[in-house]
Structures are given as structure tokens and as C-alpha cells.
């Protein structure tokens, strides 16, 4: 079981693609980047075969997988937040908020494959209505 667990991490698109996160911006930049990340093409098909997988195998493994997904992605997030932890005041209860909502709606817009009028404003709609009130605590 653990060794599907690892095989899975290991083609994640985000364990794969977050070393070409371009550390150098703001942070609201970075969350636009990752969020820009997950809603790829690559990152749905990830979706879709982690699903198949998750639904044909027994209860365990499907929790096991889907638990390593949402911490996968949860803790990359957390890691870009860090370095942001004393300048915004953030709070573990900030970081777990912020960090929910980005895997949520990837994983909604996977589900649903909603088309977004315009996928670079929806992102930036996302990362500044949602993500940047909760670190800047204007909500």
C-alpha cells in the first residue's frame, strides 16, 4: 500500500513542478503561480488517474491516497507561507485556512470542469479575494 502511495507522490505535477516556483516574487505572486500549476491539464489527468485508482482499490488505500494528495499540496502552500509568517502576524489557524482553499477548488474545478471565462482572472480572483484577505486579515 505505502509503496502506491509513493508512486503517486512521485508523478504529482506539484512534487514535480514546485522547484520551478519562482521563489523571487511577492507572495501573492507564488500563490498565482501554484494555483496557476493546479488547474493544468497535467494536473487534472494526476486527478483523474489518482481517482480511478482511489475508487477501484479497497478503503484503506483510497484514504491513504487521498491524504497524501491534499497534504502534498497543502504542505507547499505552507511552505511558501513561511517565510510570510512574521511580516503578516500569520497564525497556524491563517495557514490553515489559506492553505484549504487552494487544493479545495482545484479539486472542485476537477470535479466539475467548469470553464472560467478567463482562467489567468479567475486565478487572480482567487489568490487576491480569497487567499491575500486571509493573509493580510481584511476579511
Known amino acids: ?11 504529482n505535477p506539484i512534487e514535480v ?7 523571487n516574487q511577492d507572495l501573492r505572486g507564488q500563490l498565482i503561480d ?5 488547474f493544468t491539464q497535467d494536473n487534472k489527468k494526476y486527478q483523474k488517474a489518482i481517482n480511478a485508482i482511489c475508487n477501484g482499490l479497497n478503503e484503506q488505500l483510497d484514504q491513504g491516497m487521498r491524504d497524501a494528495f491534499y497534504w502534498s499540496y497543502r504542505n507547499v502552500i505552507a ?10 502576524q ?10 484549504d482553499i ?5 479539486m472542485l474545478n476537477n470535479i466539475y470542469a467548469r470553464n472560467q471565462s478567463n482562467h489567468a482572472c479567475y486565478v487572480e480572483r482567487i489568490v487576491d479575494k480569497l487567499m491575500m484577505r486571509s493573509v493580510l486579515k481584511q476579511v
Do not use: F, G, H
Open 1 to 11: 500500500m505505502e509503496l502506491v502511495i509513493d508512486a503517486t507522490r512521485l508523478i
Open 17 to 23: 513542478s514546485i522547484n520551478k516556483l519562482n521563489r
Open 34 to 38: 501554484l494555483l496557476n500549476l493546479l
Open 79 to 88: 511552505s511558501i507561507l513561511q517565510s510570510y509568517v512574521k511580516k503578516y
Open 90 to 99: 500569520l497564525t497556524d489557524d491563517d495557514i490553515e485556512l489559506i492553505t
Open 102 to 106: 487552494e487544493p479545495a477548488l482545484a
